[in-house]
């Protein structure tokens, strides 16, 4: 089909954000920084080369991610623990933050609550920018690597992928069954991932990923959470998504608690204010 005749004009057209963030709520980062600079740590939970693990951090309180072996990225799922409706929204957090996100962003939670749930307050990879590829570390693009997909694009029954590993986690963690838990799976943050879309195509891709052991990323609990890691089969995601071949190592999740003293000055998110009217 042949372009109109103003099509460059029409191509030309200036693009207008979505969602300008100047009246965001922002969190206090000088607070943040004083409370993590004296955390006692209250626990930790090794999450296993493809699978994944549930933990729990109270509100108020730190957790980080942490690369221990070797470059591996991971699949986080975050809920409200008082409330599994309430869970991360990938897609609002990527329409306010964009494709990637880092130190002093946050991860929002799904209607009707919409708040933050988890505010970004270390990363170490946040160097690494946005690369010659247009990519970007800490992806809220992806969707999670599923068997549902696998079975479609090459056949077979994979079970260790990031969607399972989840399911599994939970529902061990909850003692439900696992049809019940796979509803609460949903879209993650892809931690350490190295991803973007191509600029002919505009397919998703993912690329090595530059984390190392010692890297972390460090996250604020603004709400009561229960967490789920998964660490991918994908590794460090250079070469296959959702295999047995690729080289895969663990992960880390720590939890800390603040001196009180230093969150003198916080308070927990309220729900969001909109009355759920909808209208006449």
């Known amino acids: 089909m042949s372009a109109p005749p103003d099509a460059d004009l029409r191509r030309a057209i200036p693009p207008v954000i979505c969602y300008p963030v100047e009246t965001l709520p922002k969190p206090d980062m000088a607070m943040l920084d004083v409370a993590r600079s ?4 209250t626990g930790e939970v090794i999450v296993a080369a493809r699978d994944a693990a549930c933990f729990n951090v109270p509100a108020g309180h730190f957790f980080r991610i942490s690369s221990i072996e070797g470059s591996q990225v991971g699949d986080l799922n975050l809920w409200n623990a008082n409330d ?10 990527r329409a306010l933050h964009g494709t990637h996100i880092t130190r002093g962003q946050r991860m929002w939670t799904s209607f009707p609550a919409m708040r933050p749930m988890a505010t970004l307050t270390h990363d170490s990879l946040e160097w690494y920018g946005k690369d010659v590829f247009g990519g970007s570390v800490h992806d809220v693009i992806g969707t999670r690597c599923d068997p549902y997909t696998h079975n479609l694009l090459s056949g ?3 079970h260790h992928c990031c969607h399972s590993n989840l399911t599994r986690a939970l529902a061990d963690h909850l003692n439900i069954p696992r049809e019940e838990a796979e509803a609460h799976v949903h879209d993650v943050l892809n931690v350490f ?3 973007g879309y191509t600029r002919d195509t505009g397919q998703y891709f993912m690329k090595a990923s530059p984390v190392r052991p010692g890297d972390s990323l460090e996250f ?3 709400i009561d959470l ?6 991918c089969p994908g590794g460090d995601c ?3 998504h959702s295999s047995d071949t690729a080289q895969c190592h663990p992960l880390l999740v720590e939890t800390f608690a603040p ?4 969150l003198a000055n916080w308070c927990p998110p309220p729900l969001n204010g909109y009355d759920r009217s909808h209208g006449v």
Do not use: N, W
């Open 238 to 240: 250079s070469t296959v």
């Open 38 to 41: 004296a955390l006692t740590k």
């Open 226 to 231: 229960l967490g789920a890691l998964s660490a």
């Open 156 to 158: 077979g029954q994979y």
């Open 259 to 262: 001196d009180p003293a230093t």
């Open 193 to 195: 991932m190295c991803t």
């Open 220 to 222: 604020f609990a603004e």
């Open 84 to 93: 599994l409706g309430e869970r991360f929204y990938s897609g609002k957090t």
